[in-house]
């Protein structure tokens, strides 16, 4: 049987060997959750970048530029990190390049990996088919806040494994507390999740309606997938 296990901070990584594996990246909120709802409306293509030097020189190659620090977009960039920003026709056939404080960071962090496919409860029952019919043991990549573990990535893992839970077989303990925390929560993840560290920062910068979004189970079914450093829809 296959495995899957759940790295809960990209601190972690060193601890997981990934180039035979499939590593699912979230940042539910919200990076993760902002690239599915961005394919889903049509965008061309993401390439995730871990600095913001790198992301503003590529407007000048004609990118629409994106990313936010500590959840405040980015001054000067064209886009910061909120879902409703990627919905609108403006992004239609472009190319985003995309900074953010987690999210990109976990996702260059994987990039050794096999393959790497990005999750959110936007396209959960997409990942989960994914992964299920897919060849390789997997790794979900949670990217936490600054190398600290966050509750609603670890949800999201929580929520891949009991979909999964007669067919891959957990390979450590992570596993086994993100399930548990996912049974817990799955009845009202938006009340489980409010004293969460992230969820009161957004709160603080009175972003609400990102929170609800996020936490909203298969509203699209695409899955966008790094190919040389490129997100494209699979
Ligand atoms: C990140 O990558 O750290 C986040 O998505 C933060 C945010 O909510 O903007």
Redesign the pocket.
């Known amino acids: 049987m296959k495995t899957i296990d759940v790295c809960l901070s990209p601190e972690l990584m060193h601890l997981y060997k990934v180039r035979d594996r499939t590593v699912v990246v979230v940042?539910i909120?919200?990076?993760t959750s902002?690239m599915v709802t961005a394919f889903a409306h049509g965008i061309e293509t993401i390439t995730p970048v871990a600095d913001l030097n790198t992301c503003r020189m590529m407007r000048h190659k004609g990118f629409i530029i994106s990313g936010?620090r500590d959840?405040k977009k980015v001054e000067g960039f064209d886009k910061?990190?909120s879902p409703y920003e990627y919905m609108g026709p403006d992004i239609r056939h472009k190319r985003i390049a995309f900074t953010?404080?987690?999210?990109?960071?976990a996702i260059e962090k994987s990039k050794e990996a096999h393959k790497v496919i990005i999750g959110s409860f936007l396209n959960l029952s997409t990942v989960v088919k994914y992964l299920l019919f897919g060849e390789n043991n997997v790794l979900i990549v949670c990217?936490g806040?600054k190398g600290k573990v966050n509750l609603e990535d670890t949800l999201f893992a929580g929520a891949v494994i009991d979909r999964l839970r007669n067919h891959i077989e957990p390979d450590c303990d992570a596993p086994l507390i993100a399930q548990q925390l996912y049974n817990d929560a799955k009845d009202d993840m938006v009340t489980y999740l409010k004293n969460s560290s992230?969820v009161k920062?957004?709160d603080k910068l009175d972003i609400h309606k990102?929170i609800e979004y996020c936490l909203t189970i298969d509203q699209y079914d695409v899955l966008p997938k790094l190919k040389q450093g490129v997100l494209t829809l699979i």
């Not at 953010?100 to 960071?105: A, E, H, S, Y």
């Open positions: 940042d909120l919200r990076a902002c936010e959840g910061g990190n953010t404080t987690n999210g990109t960071q990217a806040w992230h920062r957004l990102d």
